[in-house]
């Protein structure tokens, strides 16, 4: 089995590891979905966002990070 056959699915949060030198996107399950996709895994995360500024620039930058975000059940999370 190669690792384009391989998937793995996570669970967990999504969000942003406050840093001395800034922001940067974190939590476990998905830094672990990313290192997984570089390898050729065929990596999902199930997460949620805030639906606020910080939540939506999460959103952007993992786009720009070419990983695909789809908001098939997006619901507003208060906060």
Do not use: C
């Not at 669970?11 to 998905?30: C, F, H, I, R, S």
């Not at 199930?46 to 619901?75: C, F, M, P, Y």
């Amino acid at each position: 089995m190669n690792a384009q056959s391989k998937s793995v699915l996570t669970m967990g949060e999504l969000l942003w590891d406050m840093l001395p030198d800034g922001k940067k996107p974190g939590g476990a399950p998905a830094n672990f979905v990313y290192h997984a996709a570089q390898n050729g895994v065929k990596a999902t995360a199930v997460t949620a966002v805030g639906d606020d500024e910080l939540g939506r620039e999460l959103v952007r930058q993992r786009g720009r990070a070419n990983q695909r975000i789809r908001n098939r059940h997006h619901r507003r999370l208060p906060g």
